[in-house]
Every structure is written in C-alpha cells, then in structure tokens.
C-alpha cells in the first residue's frame, strides 16, 4: 500500500512539474546514454592536423550531420575544399555542416557553432588511459575531445532532443555551424562565413559558442579572447652543419645571433621590449577592473596546480589582468638546434626560432607584423653579424570582446542562475578563438560564449576530461538557455 502511495505522489509531483523542469528532469535520468553517446564520439579519431587521420575527421562530420537529421534538421555538408601538404599531395578539407531546425517567423533564431576536431593524442605520450577510450575515474569522463569540443557539441543535441522526447516545442529556431579543423587554422572557414552571410546567417538573432571552460568551480560567460600573431626567426651561418672543434670561434654561428634576438624580445618581468608594441591597447576602465575584482581565483591554488615556485604577479586582478587583458610574448622552441639525449658538437647552419604575441583589443596584426620584424632587423644590424636573417610570419587574428549589458549575456546569466544556483562569472580566455571575431564582425550578431568545461579538464593535454555533473548540467543549462533566449524575441508589427 505504501509502494501505491509513493508511485502515485511521484505521479502528482510529475504532471505538477513546469514543462522546462519536465526537461531538466528527462536529462538526469538519461545520463547514462549520453555517457554512451560521448563514448562513441570520443572513439572516432578526428585529428585534423595529421593527413592521416582526415578520414576520420570527415567521418566524425557525417555522423554529427546524421545526428542532426535525426532531430528532423535539414543538413547541407559544404564543401569548402582542399589543402596541399607539405610533400605536394593535395587531400581535401572536411566539410563544414549547415543545419537548420525550425523556420518560425516568431521564434528568435539561434546559431551553434562547434567544432568536431581534436588535438593529436598517444597512450605513450603520458596519457593514464587510451585517449579514444572514454573512461569514467572519479566523476570525470577521459578522452580526447571530452571537453573540447565534442562533448559541448553533444550535450547541445541532447538538450534539443530532451524537448522532443517529451514533445514538447523547441522554444527557438536553431541553426548549426559545426567544422572539423578548427584545430588545425579553421581552414576554408572564413570564406564560407562571408559566401554564406546574406543567406544562412541573414535571419540569425545571436550567436553562442561553447568552445572554451570554466576559471574556476563557478559557471562562467566569457565575453572576450586574445588574438595572436605567430612569428619565425630563421638564421642562417653555412650551408651545412659544421663541427665546433673544427670551425668554432672562426665563424658567427647562427644559434648565437637567435639566442640574442630572443633575448631582445621580453625582460624578466614580462615586459614586452619591441617599441610601441602596446601603444593600441585599450586602457582599462573603473568600471571592467571591477569584474576581476568579483571573479573568484586563488593565485595559490593556481600556482600549485600548474607546479610553479612563483607567478610574475601576486594580486589576483594583475594575474588575470595579464592573462586575459593585456598582450604576452611567449617563446616556443628552436628548430634545427639539436635537442636529442646526450652530446653532439654540431654548430647548426641554420635554426628558426618561434614565438608568438598574444593580442588584445585593440592591437592589430599586420601592425604588430611590421613592428616586430623592423625590431628584430635593427638588433640584429646592431650585431653587425654577416650571418642571413629572414623574420615571417603566419598572419595573425585579432582579439574579441564583446558587450557584457548585452541582452543575450542577461539571459545566459538567468540560464545559470536556474541551473546552478549562482551567479555566473564574467570573464575573458587568454587564448584564441578566432571563429568568435570573425562571427561577430562577418554576422554583425550577438556572439555569446557560453562553455559548460571544467577549470581542470586539461584540454590539449594528457588526460583531457569532462566532469560528468558538467556535462549533464551543462546539458541541461543549454536547455535553460534556449528558453531564456526564446523571451527575447520581439513580436513582429502586424500589419
């Protein structure tokens, strides 16, 4: 009798249920199948910068576009090309998915964009579990791509398929933007975006991104990312490499001229050296400092956990400040240098040094590329070395913000709020997400970043995971979100 009492109090507590908690609800109790989902993702091998692998990248496309369909979507794979390889070859790019779901007039628009690629992953390189094997440890979900981007992508159809079991009406229209080589340059990309902007993006009312992570245990909105500029240092000294007991102290040898450019590039403190390097940078105003001041961060905690015996700076605001607010120099290795165990006395004949400046607003590239190159070539006229230097580079993206009063940003703060509990942090990424500019400026839309990842999911690292909570409650945040957004609409003037 007492079983009948339960069963039908659950019953009454079921119908009384908001059909939004009716969602919420149907999502924690199929975790475990999406668990199974995210196995089978993570199982497909789709690194984008090895040729080897672009099958897999281009299978992992498919099977997101048949998902999709599944949902009743309409799927266009676009094709955006090739590329040649460094040996001539020519393979082609995967395809980029443009999907729609939903065509009411009434309903806000909303365009998803993720991507389906990954970084490279080896069990030799340090990885405690197969990378492609999804492993549940502890509440964390192991695997290449968990966290970036194929479990945030996933736990998107998710919430759109909760809505649909339980028939109810998706409260927006929704449109996909899913690539597979973000990892490797987002190549083919750009073009598309422009090709497609009077058409695909022409009824889009905002724009949310799910590509980056939390600071901290809080949920976070990320309202802006650096930009960067890559650069190449090559110095050439002989044709061919050359014994040091027989040529060294006869000749200028190229390593010695690359070590003293890079240590003409930034002084101990972090002090970027090139002249007028930061003279774009926007000034920070009363009104953003007092955003850090809120952000929760422990400097220690930090400092411990990356396994540093100090930071450059100590305050929690100048920490964040220059990771998110301020541009960085940051050297990245030698090619050509001999680097393997044991001894060798070989002078290279020629080595290429790489760093890179991470940009902010409102620093542009092709400036930066000018003043970095007339730098180098005056210290290294000031050497007078008759060795040849050449100094390139790959281009560079600019940084993103966007406006934190915006109306989407209140509606992904209402979104956490229900899910959560708390208050979402503002915050920047001190990476690059070019796709988030380029949205913006192409689109003129609202751009919103809004990541369900955890501060330790170690994206690009060994052992890459997903929380499991962040991963069911970044699902149901999702579904929270697209019924936020749904009240922004404005009716349309009747005529």
Known sequence: MLLLAVSFLSFLLAIQASPLDQVLTYIDDHQDDYVQHLKEWVAIQSESGDPLKRDSAIEMVHVVGEAIKRLGGSVELADVGSEELTNGRTIPLPPVILAELGMDPNKATICIYGHLDVQAA??????????????ERDGKLYGRGASDDKGPVLAWLHAIEAFQKLKQELPVNLKFIFEAMEESGSKGLEKLLIERNATFFSNVDYIVISDSGWLSSKPVLTYGTRGLCYFFVEVQCAKQDLHSGLYGGM??????????????????????????????????????????????FNPDHFKDSIGASRLRHEAKEDILLHRWRYPALSIHGIEGAFSGPGAKTVIPAKVTGKFSIRLVPNMDPNVVNRQVTAYLNQVFAERRSPNKLQVFSNGGSKAWVAEVTDKQYAAGQRAIR??????????REGGTIPIARSLQQSTQKSVLMLPIGGAGDAIHSQDESISRDNYINGTKLFVAYLDEISQLKEPRPTL
């Open 418 to 427: 229900r899910v959560f509990g708390v208050e979402a942090e503002l915050i």
């Open 251 to 296: 000749i200028h040898e190229a390593m010695n001229d690359l070590i003293a450019l890079f240590g003409s590039l930034v002084n101990s403190t972090g002090h970027i050296l090139i002249p007028d390097i930061d003279a774009d940078v926007v000034p920070l105003t009363s009104e953003e400092l007092l955003l850090y001041e809120a952000i929760e």
């Open 122 to 135: 080896r069990l030799e390189d340090g990885w405690t579990t197969d990378p492609y094997v999804l492993t």
